[in-house]
């Protein structure tokens, strides 16, 4: 394939390429503190100093404590120790005698769907947190689903499908004062929304570090003090005895470099994603268009729940009126050199209905119909003329 420009690459929540101020910080790294940080001569304890800078330098970007940082392989490595990390210790505290339950939100990602039927495989009830027509959690149902016999709730912080970002104070108070264990999925927020996670009464957190233009293959889960895991991996007791494997110190690096690169871009624009206008303003340019509907919450509407900054999705209907399939439709904007996606950020690979829309309400052509945008910091105004007549000629195609 021939190289395509970084402009027209709109799929930023699939993932995101390595900053070049990345790349180099990870070369650097590699070339000079690439020995095992368990080994006891100056290459290990140089990679060991190195890991250490890295962990101190994410935990202060996360307004967390360097020792509640478990470096992972990425978001879905993390979502698994979560879950299936803290079962073992809830379920011995359950002194119904009945089984503990698990409660998600009906519209996770396919990682967080895994791990809850692997605790389901467990003995667990699993049971889903109804949305409502924007993809927001409905309050009232899942307060009074916090009641025995839930444990444990997890639920995805913004939605990488249609954007919906959860009240996630409101929904640790309610946690915290039922006495549930709460972890949220972060992948998607990270590096868009300044983050404390100290100030944060939530006691897990998933991270990647390849949405936010740092490298795949690394990732962490952040811990309250108290929270008690087992470790999936078990090995040579890394992380803590969490997380077994010999650390990848450059790609921890890499992590550390990208998290700093989003952070200034938050801090020099008091704390908003800086892309934001542009994203808003591509929402106003293609809803003008006719059979073009927003999904998700409408960043220019007040009374909406928050959105994904960078983030937008949409259903389109053909010159027929009928919903056009959003594979196809992301196919066709690609031969016009647009790279999107439709459906979850991982799972473009179905052509069925997203479950995701579904579990909003859409009836399922329209669900089969989701095609997602998310920007970069790279994308600029020439966007806001490009898209929309890309978009009019791929559907013109289909
Ligand atoms: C919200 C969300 N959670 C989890 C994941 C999985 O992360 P990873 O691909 O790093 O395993 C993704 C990836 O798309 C995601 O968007």
Redo the contacts with the bound molecule.
């Keep these: 394939m021939a190289p395509q420009p970084l402009n027209q690459y709109l799929d930023c929540?699939?993932?995101t390429p390595l900053a070049p101020e990345v790349a180099e910080r990870m070369a650097a790294v590699q070339s000079q503190a690439w020995g095992n940080p368990s080994s006891l001569h100056g290459f290990g304890l140089a990679a060991a100093e190195q890991l250490e800078r890295s962990r101190q330098g994410i935990a202060a970007l996360l307004g967390c404590d360097r020792e509640r940082l478990v470096f992972t392989?990425?978001?879905?490595?993390?979502?698994h120790l979560a879950l299936l990390g803290s079962a073992p210790a809830l379920e011995l505290s359950t002194t119904s005698g009945g089984a503990p339950r698990l409660l998600l939100s009906a519209v996770?990602?396919?990682?967080?769907r895994a791990a809850a039927a692997a605790l389901e495989q467990r003995g667990w009830l699993v049971q889903d947190v109804p949305v409502d027509h924007l993809g927001a959690i409905d309050l009232e149902a899942f307060e009074r689903l916090l009641a025995p016999p839930t444990r444990l709730v997890s639920l995805?912080?913004?939605?990488?499908e249609v954007g919906t970002i959860q009240p996630v104070e409101r929904i640790a108070a309610l946690c915290r004062s039922a006495g549930v264990m709460l972890h949220l999925?972060?992948?998607?927020v990270l590096g868009h929304q300044p983050l404390r996670l100290a100030e944060l009464p939530v006691d897990l957190l998933?991270f990647?570090?390849?949405?936010i233009q740092g490298p795949?293959g690394v990732?962490a889960l952040v811990l309250k003090p108290g929270v008690e895991l087992q470790p999936c991996i078990g090995g040579g007791g890394q992380e803590g005895g969490l997380r077994s494997g010999t650390e990848a110190v450059a790609l921890v690096a890499g992590f550390e470099a990208a998290l700093h690169l989003a952070n200034d871009r938050l801090v020099a624009h008091g704390g908003r994603d800086p892309v934001a206008p542009l994203r808003d303003a591509l929402v106003s340019a293609l809803l003008v268009m006719q059979g073009v509907e927003l999904s998700g919450p409408d960043p220019r509407e007040a009374s909406h729940p928050a959105r994904l900054s960078h983030h937008l999705s949409l259903l389109v209907r053909g010159r027929d009126g009928d919903w056009l399939n959003g594979r196809q439709l992301v196919q066709a904007l690609w031969r016009e050199g647009f790279a999107c996606s439709s459906g979850?950020?991982?799972s473009s690979s179905g052509s069925a209905a997203s479950a995701v829309l579904l579990a909003m309400g859409y009836e399922p052509a329209a669900a089969a119909a989701g095609l997602r945008l998310s920007l970069g910091p790279w994308h600029g105004s020439e966007l806001l003329q490009q898209v929309p007549q890309a978009l009019e000629r791929a559907r013109a195609a289909l």
């Design positions: 929540c699939a993932t392989s990425g978001g879905s490595e993390s979502i996770e990602h396919p990682a967080s995805i912080w913004g939605q990488s999925d972060a992948v998607q998933s990647a570090a390849h949405k795949r990732g979850s950020a991982c």
